[in-house]
């Protein structure tokens, strides 16, 4: 099957790189919308992503100034060391898997 131009310079995130990425973005605190912008998710996506983290004990909520901050909780923390492990084990120095 021939590649389309746009095809080959995006890749597909996958669930769980998704998740990394939107634990490490909320490491410190974050409000949701900088957490969509950053992640490059839909307010859809977002929702659903922060749902599913918050029920996973991954985040955790603060109320400061009526507003909810997304938070990284030592549970998330641990995951995304442990993401961070893999993904450096299977890096080749010469770039990885070619499609």
């Given at each position: 099957?021939?590649?389309?131009?746009?095809?080959?310079?995006?890749?597909?995130?996958?669930?769980l790189?998704?998740?990394?990425?939107?634990?490490?973005i909320?490491?410190?605190?974050?409000l949701?919308?900088?957490?969509?912008?950053?992640?490059?998710?839909?307010?859809?996506?977002?929702?659903?992503?922060?749902?599913?983290?918050?029920?996973?004990?991954?985040?955790?909520?603060?109320?400061?100034?009526?507003?909810?901050?997304?938070?990284?909780?030592?549970?998330?923390?641990?995951?995304?060391?442990?993401?961070?492990?893999?993904?450096?084990?299977?890096?080749?120095?010469?770039?990885?898997?070619?499609?």
């Amino acid at each position: 099957m021939a590649e389309r131009g746009w095809e080959s310079s995006r890749k597909r995130r996958d669930r769980l790189s998704i998740i990394a990425e939107i634990l490490e973005i909320a490491r410190d605190g974050s409000l949701k919308t900088p957490i969509m912008y950053k992640a490059n998710l839909s307010f859809a996506q977002v929702n659903e992503y922060l749902s599913y983290l918050l029920e996973m004990n991954l985040l955790e909520t603060i109320t400061k100034d009526k507003e909810t901050i997304y938070k990284a909780t030592d549970k998330g923390l641990k995951y995304l060391q442990g993401y961070t492990k893999i993904e450096g084990l299977l890096k080749k120095k010469e770039g990885g898997i070619k499609n």
